[in-house]
């Protein structure tokens, strides 16, 4: 007899929050980050903790800085490539899958 995981591991719906990030796997999403960074990149493997693998992963660094003489903001970004990467579950903020149309 399959139970209940079973059927949902086979099936393309959602009842659950983990199945979204199942239906992401080996698909491109972005994980919004603590510390004001980013990931963009294809989702390989998650666990139940939401500690993620991500490969071909561009990671992005939001810094502000303020201008001296008009005190105005400046925000700067820093990327760069990572082939492989571990994201501790508790590190992210919002995982955002692929849209889906249709």
């Not at 992963?57 to 700067?76: D, N, P, Q, R």
Request: charged share 30%; aromatic share 4%; net charge negative.
């Amino acid at each position: 007899m399959v139970d209940d995981v079973d059927k949902r591991q086979t099936t393309n719906t959602v009842e659950e929050p983990l199945d979204l990030i199942r239906l992401s796997l080996d698909e491109q999403i972005h994980v919004k980050m603590r510390n004001d960074k980013e990931l963009r990149g294809r989702l390989h493997a998650y666990d139940r903790h939401l500690n993620m693998i991500m490969g071909d992963a561009e990671e992005t660094k939001t810094t502000i800085e303020i201008e001296e003489e008009t005190y105005e903001k400046i925000h700067k970004s820093t990327k760069w490539n990572i082939p492989m990467f571990f994201v501790q579950g508790g590190g992210g903020v919002l995982v955002a899958p692929p849209l889906r149309v249709g």
